[in-house]
């Protein structure tokens, strides 16, 4: 069986094949923006142009564009392939990536919107990878596990100033093997980091 993995949450877009578990192609790209341009030209250019039976695919937290390009590039080749489509969230890949790493209890800390970060502890635990959308300072007083991993690791570790050690990592589509079946979803609602800023019209107040 054949699995593309789409990757669209970050700064990074990434995407990767595999073939009956072992990866055969990928490519991970730093592009800030522009995903949209790019994702199906990276996918394209993989064997077969990316054909597979089965898709992964981010759901974020993370850019709300990015994630939505993702989405509809995997729902629009499942239904092209007849393949099954799951998502993922994306915090959970960076924590495992992490912990091939070091083995260690895990604090992810990504870029949110607005200045705050996405935290979410990976120790186990029932509340595994619940996450909240928090104001450094907040996420300072919040603290952290035994180590942190994401873009904005290295500025949380040295704002708590303990020592703590931080992995500078985004996420990467060949890494998608490490996460476990609990972790993929067939529901591809997008996972937003924050209420939205605009209030539909039904929503504000009468003058």
Partial sequence: MRILAIETATEACSVALFEDDQLIARDHRVLGRGHAERLVPMIADLPDKGRADQILVSLGPGSFTGVRIGIATARALGFAWNAQVFGYPTLALIAAQA???????????????????????????????????????????????????????????????????????????????????????????????????????SMATPK
């Fill in 99 to 201: 912990r091939q790493i070091s083995e260690r209890s895990v604090t992810v800390c990504m870029n949110g919107g607005h200045g705050e970060w996405f935290v979410a502890d990976f120790d186990g635990s029932t509340n595994d990878g619940a996450f909240q959308s928090l104001t450094p300072d907040a996420a300072v007083q919040r603290g952290a596990l035994d180590q942190i991993a994401g873009n904005r690791a290295a500025d949380f570790a040295n704002r708590l100033a303990d020592g703590r050690s931080a992995i500078d990592i985004l996420p990467d589509a060949s890494a998608v093997g490490l996460l476990h079946n609990g972790q993929l979803t067939a529901v591809l609602n997008p996972i937003y980091g924050r209420a939205p800023d605009a209030k539909p019209q």
